[in-house]
């Protein structure tokens, strides 16, 4: 059990780390299109045989659901997917002729806005559409997110034969009083159903994604909607902090401060589902990640192969992954670009045959540095500095080493036992881009 002291003292505004540096602090002036195409270029030539991933972003979705921070487009005229998905396709064909091969494809995942918003008819054509310019890797990892309320047995048929074995439900809450202030409506039978589905079908992983902070959410209602999850079974469980982010998001201005749990409430919230999972068998992987001892993504911690990325952590790692589709980010190592955040903009210029880049960061050697350190603690709970730890990290780690959530010596830090529920803390300490530019605005959500 981890000190309710502890937990408000660390919790405060914080990134999520899926990069460095990270978005608000990219050096978009010193970035452009062409610098782009030579990073992947270099990226590509020198780690081609390890494969590269693919994110393909599916911004639709039926209605919103007020506590989302994608990037979505709320629409019931399914008309707009096959111009979409050509768009797509066509973004994908000239990543094709930039690396002038046909690459093999390590890991793809399907990402929204609600993926099964598309058909199974039209997600076959775009995954078809890929394949016709690339392969697929014998240990590919294909995985896809869907709403279990709208995720047909036409949907997983179709994309279990085209090699998906992954499935990510968005669960959040079954507490019909919180389901009404997000609009986000699936009950237990309904994700059960679709489990069980892809089970008997032969998917290999199946994540819920659960989260806790949310409006109106209690403690009574937290424990149902977790033992329902429970019962499930799936391999992987991400049990996120809700991010509110009105300023952002103005969705969530459906609810007000006074509807979300604070303080205590919401620390409360963190505990009690963090204890029923462990309690159920569930190993803490890492920042909001469970997994059952049986699934790759414990096995890739506990062989320290864990790597996080714009999706989060993965048991797969490849040096360059390629975003498309809108807002998707793309990450060749070296040097990140996003697409451009509107549908419209999207489709203009990549029926115009231009990438539709908008904005990008080419990483200096002291970014690449600090990179692979925050990597390091967050897939492997340890970094090493091979000529000493800086003395302005050292300074910053002293209250993290007080309260005995790193060990620390004049070259290695360790998260502690407790320090895990703390990575994103700890990963501060590093984060040089914040420290010599603190944020006079609201940037990122509290730490837990």
């Known amino acids: 059990m981890i000190s309710s002291d502890l937990l408000k003292k660390y919790n405060v505004a914080a990134p999520r780390y899926t990069s460095y540096p990270t978005v608000p602090y990219w050096n978009t002036d010193d970035f452009g299109t062409e610098k782009w195409i030579s990073a992947v270029k270099q990226t590509y030539q020198a780690y081609h045989k390890e494969g590269l991933g693919l994110y393909i972003h599916l911004p639709y979705c039926e209605s919103l659901c007020t506590y989302c921070g994608c990037n979505t487009r709320i629409t019931k005229n399914h008309a707009v997917e096959v111009p979409y998905i050509s768009a797509v396709l066509a973004e994908w064909r000239m ?76 669960i959040q809450d079954f507490d019909p009083q919180v389901q009404m202030l997000i609009n ?66 103005p969705g969530q201005r459906h609810y007000t401060e006074n509807d979300l749990p604070q303080g205590d409430e919401k620390l409360a919230l963190y505990q009690l589902g963090k204890n029923k999972l462990i309690d159920a068998g569930y ?66 210029q990549v029926n115009q045959r231009i990438l539709p880049i908008a904005k990008g960061h080419i990483n200096a050697a002291d970014d690449l540095e600090i990179r692979q350190h925050i990597l390091n603690i967050m897939c492997r ?3 090493y500095y091979h000529n000493g730890i800086p003395e302005k990290v050292y300074e910053r780690l002293i209250p993290l080493l007080q309260d005995k959530l790193v060990w620390v010596t004049e070259k290695e830090i360790r998260i502690t036992r407790a320090g895990k529920a703390f990575l994103r803390n700890v990963c501060m300490a590093f984060d040089e881009k914040l420290w010599d530019k603190q944020p006079q605005t609201s940037l990122f959500s509290s730490a837990i």
């Open 381 to 383: 709970e340890h970094t």
């Open 95 to 170: 990543y094709c002729a930039l690396l002038q091969d046909r690459p093999v494809i390590k890991e793809l995942h399907l990402g929204g806005g609600t993926p099964t918003f598309f058909s199974a008819a039209n997600l076959n054509m775009l995954i078809n559409g890929i394949l016709e310019n690339a392969e697929l890797a014998h240990d590919t990892s294909l995985s896809f997110e869907a709403h279990p309320a709208n995720t047909s047995s036409n949907h997983l048929q179709t994309l279990y034969e085209l090699g998906f074995k992954r499935i990510s439900l968005g």
């Open 184 to 249: 986000r409506f699936q009950t237990p039978k309904e994700v059960e159903e679709v489990l069980l589905q892809a089970r008997n079908l032969g998917y290999e992983s199946i994540n819920f994604d659960l989260i806790y902070g949310l409006p109106g959410q209690k403690p009574a209602g937290l424990t149902d909607t977790i033992d329902a999850v429970i019962r499930m079974k799936p391999d992987r469980i991400a049990f996120y902090s809700y991010a509110h982010v009105p300023w952002l998001k």
């Open 283 to 348: 190993i803490d992987v890492g920042m909001d990640h469970f997994a059952l001892a049986t699934d790759t993504l414990y096995q890739a911690s506990a062989s320290r192969k864990l790597h996080r990325n714009f999706m989060g952590y993965t048991h797969q790692h490849t040096h360059l992954l390629i975003g498309l589709g809108v807002s998707a980010i793309s990450d060749s190592w070296i040097a990140f670009a996003q697409n451009t955040k509107t549908v419209e903009a999207y489709l203009e």
